[in-house]
């Protein structure tokens, strides 16, 4: 302070031919000390420490540098404030005191604990450090101050599994219950909002019986305190610290100390004293020498002659000149290129106050101004407690904090930094590990939102990322992989060729058709025997081709589905077995009409010759044409996918289109094949050796009973085997007619020769 007020008062620029005179007290971290010193201020009844003749109004004060502490500040505001005294604090942080309500007079060169706050939850969350205990100093500065990064961290998403104050004056009890606490938890990570006085008090606690290591995090009030790093445990430590800078000229200032200037300060004394060891009076004590003026400050190596980085210094620097800027812009004016500043202007502090409102200056590089609220632009640095290779701790600044900057870019890191324990890898301190992708978070009962669970995704949902309070369903043509943290498009299922089932319905479909093939060529070239021509050969040779039909139909089923295919398959499947059926239908009842003939007067066969048979089966298998052709104009069969069927697959299938046409087609089948079961029933007790009848009975009992199971297995069966079922059905009730209708016949022909004669298919046993 002094020496700026030595620069001010030697400045050509600033208040040019105006001396500014002060006055120093010493509050004593004491708010009763206070508010002594507060009314000494007000009755000026004091010697000044320093003070000319030509001081004007030496007794008022016009403005005040101080305190240190945010609460001797709040006292020291509301005593002077009421006389419009303006305030400039250096080192009180509190965030209360930005109420411009309460303190309407009080300004600071240092940031509020609001921004420290901000910067230490941004800090703690940057790192991960989701579960962390607090401790705070149990007075304005912590309990302020830890308020404020409680409330900063909620809105980060920290959790904090305790949180104590204690203040340096408590009994050891409580220091100790404090400790314990500490040694306890479960948090790896402490954020501590204490003064150096109270964090001393603490560490040396801690000290006794060390707790397992611990990541601190630290306010400016400890963390840039250099005697506070004896404490080894606390290697590693992090936390936020104001901006250091050098003030030029401030070194040889400093140094500039002569014994005379030193005997007349009996500060300056003891610092004397106790820095070269010796008395500046004859001493009584042998082993303590007199100093004899040859001491030199050049060569002291101790924390008064180092200048280089200064930071509460440097803001009771910027204080003073804020203050005389104030006073400059109060009673100076710019005339020309001239400064003149009136010196018999009746100053007042209210004068001043109104102009330190608007001061904005820049002094060695750093600007200087303040806000609605009293406060300057936040600006901190990182500091980290590294232990350099000696074993020293030495603080290290790795990265800042900067308010001004855009929301989200505040804060960076441009140095590597050292963790508890000298570790390179950032410690971990979280109630809960992270929940991988796949999983869900979910919160423990009667816990902080930080203590939870991790529960797989349920099926058909993924999370693809980490702590997810949520799983969500994939899309319905997607499905969750194994690991439930991607979608990933669901298999699609038919009766495929490549498949061992449709391989082998494929072979059975080619084997029916071949051997309906090889049953028509030994017809034809039996077709002159008595078994052939007796069995009505046209009939049966047609019967064969709407055989062959039947079974190549089935193939129409295999495969992926298309538009064509799938009008095909229904179609093709319906016409053909009718006319298969129109067929066998034909035959039973030349069967029947063949022995009415017999009878004396009789003349039906007429009636049923090959043209009326030609004609039935034209006009049965004509109204399945008429039935099919109606249910593809209106509502024709289509490919679709089934999702619902399956969840993790789809399902590449033929809708019905219209269940009405499908089931129109089967009925039609069904009451053709009923119809010639009966017909067949009547005809069951013709002659032995001509049993058409009794193998037509016998093969329209298989196909009805096929197709009388196949509807619900048709309905039960899911996805592809819907379609196997179809082909199953198909293929028996075709294997049926062509073995209980053909394959007696075959075995006569090839077998039996002799049987197929005349004389043998009229004997009546």
Excluded at 30 to 49: C, E, L, R
Excluded at 273 to 283: G, N, P, R
Excluded at 456 to 473: A, K, R, V, Y
Aim: proline fraction near 5%; include cysteine.
């Amino acid at each position: 302070m002094i020496f700026a007020i030595a620069e001010i008062n030697n400045s050509t620029e600033l208040l040019p031919g105006v001396k500014l005179g002060y006055q120093i007290y010493d509050t004593c971290v004491s708010v009763i000390k206070t508010a002594h010193v507060a009314f000494q201020m007000m009755n000026g009844q004091d010697p000044m420490f320093y003070k000319d003749s030509n001081c004007s109004q030496s007794d008022v004060v016009m403005a005040v540098v101080g305190d240190s502490g945010s609460t001797t500040s709040i006292s020291l505001s509301r005593i002077i404030g009421p006389f419009s005294i303006p305030l400039v604090s250096y080192f009180a942080t509190c965030a209360c005191l930005s109420n411009k309500q309460e303190y309407p007079t009080f300004f600071r060169t240092i940031p509020s604990d609001q921004f420290q706050a901000d910067a230490l939850a941004k800090l703690v969350k940057h790192f991960g450090w989701t579960w962390i205990g607090a401790v705070r100093s149990d007075s304005d500065y912590g309990n302020y101050g830890m308020a404020s990064f409680l409330a900063a961290a909620q809105r980060e998403g920290i959790c904090v599994e305790y949180s104590e104050s204690f203040y340096r004056t408590d009994p050891r009890r409580k220091i100790q219950k404090v400790a314990d606490v500490i040694r306890r938890s479960s948090a790896k990570a402490i954020v501590v909002f204490t003064a150096s006085g109270d964090m001393n008090v603490l560490l040396e606690e801690l000290a006794q019986d060390p707790p397992s290591p611990r990541q601190w995090i630290g306010s400016e009030g400890w963390i840039i305190e250099t005697y506070l790093t004896r404490f080894s445990f606390c290697a590693g430590a992090i936390g936020v610290g104001f901006q250091q800078s050098d003030i030029p000229g401030l070194r040889e200032f400093l140094l500039d100390l002569s014994p005379t200037k030193v005997a007349a300060s009996p500060l300056l004394t003891k610092f004397w004293e106790d820095a070269f060891k010796c008395k500046i009076e004859k001493s009584s004590n042998p082993e303590t020498g007199v100093c004899d003026g040859t001491e030199d400050m050049e060569h002291l190596k101790n924390p008064y002659t180092d200048t280089s980085q200064l930071g509460p210094t440097n803001m009771v620097y910027k204080a003073v000149y804020a203050i005389a800027h104030a006073i400059h812009n109060t009673i100076c004016m710019e005339k020309n290129i001239t400064t003149l500043c009136d010196k018999g202007t009746m100053l007042t502090s209210k004068q001043v106050l109104k102009k330190l409102k608007n001061v904005n200056f820049s002094r060695n590089g750093y600007p200087v101004s303040f806000d609605a609220n009293g406060d300057p632009v936040a600006f901190y640095e990182l500091i980290n407690w590294q232990k350099s290779e000696s074993g020293v701790i030495e603080l290290v600044t790795v990265g800042y904090y900067d308010a001004s900057l855009p929301k989200g870019q505040e804060f960076h890191i441009n140095r590597n930094i050292t963790w508890v324990d000298g570790g390179t890898q950032v410690p971990v301190s979280v109630c809960s590990e992270s929940c991988l992708s796949g999983t869900r978070k979910v919160l423990q009962k009667g816990k902080p939102k930080c203590c939870y669970d991790c529960i797989p995704c349920p099926e058909g949902e993924i999370s693809n990322t980490t702590d997810s309070p949520d799983c969500f369903p994939c899309p319905s043509e997607l499905w969750p992989n194994a690991q439930r943290d991607a979608c990933f498009p669901k298999p699609v299922e038919f009766l495929s060729y490549d498949e061992v089932l449709a391989i082998i319905l494929a072979a059975f479909s080619v084997s029916g058709a071949c051997l309906a093939i090889i049953t028509a060529a030994i017809f034809f070239h039996h077709r002159t025997t008595p078994i052939v021509r007796a069995n009505n050969s046209e009939l049966s040779f047609l019967l064969l081709f709407s055989l062959t039909l039947c079974f190549l139909c089935s193939l129409t089923f295999i495969g992926a589905p298309s538009d064509w295919s799938c009008m095909l398959r229904h179609t093709a499947f319906g016409i053909t077995f009718v006319l298969c059926i129109s067929c066998v239908l034909g035959k039973t009842v030349v069967v029947l009409m063949a022995f009415k003939a017999t009878l004396p007067g009789s003349n039906v066969m007429k009636w049923f010759g090959p043209p009326q048979q030609r004609m039935t089966v034209v006009f049965v298998t004509f109204i399945q044409i008429i039935i099919c052709t109606v249910w593809l104009l209106l509502s024709p069969p289509f490919p679709m996918k089934n999702l619902s069927t399956y969840k993790e697959k789809i399902i590449l299938e033929c809708a019905l289109g219209s269940a009405v046409g499908f089931w129109a087609v089967l009925g039609y089948i069904g009451l053709l094949a009923v119809f010639c079961f009966v017909l067949a029933v009547l005809a069951r007790k013709l002659p032995d050796n001509f049993n058409e009848a009794k193998l037509i009975t016998f093969s329209m009992l298989i196909f009805c009973a096929v197709w009388l199971t196949f509807i619900p297995a048709y309905v039960s069966s899911p996805g592809k085997f819907t379609v196997a079922v179809e082909i199953f059905a198909i293929l028996a009730s075709s294997f049926g007619l062509i073995l209980c209708i053909f394959a007696p016949k075959c075995f006569i022909i090839i077998v039996q020769p002799e049987k197929n004669s005349k004389r043998h298919l009229i004997n009546k046993k």
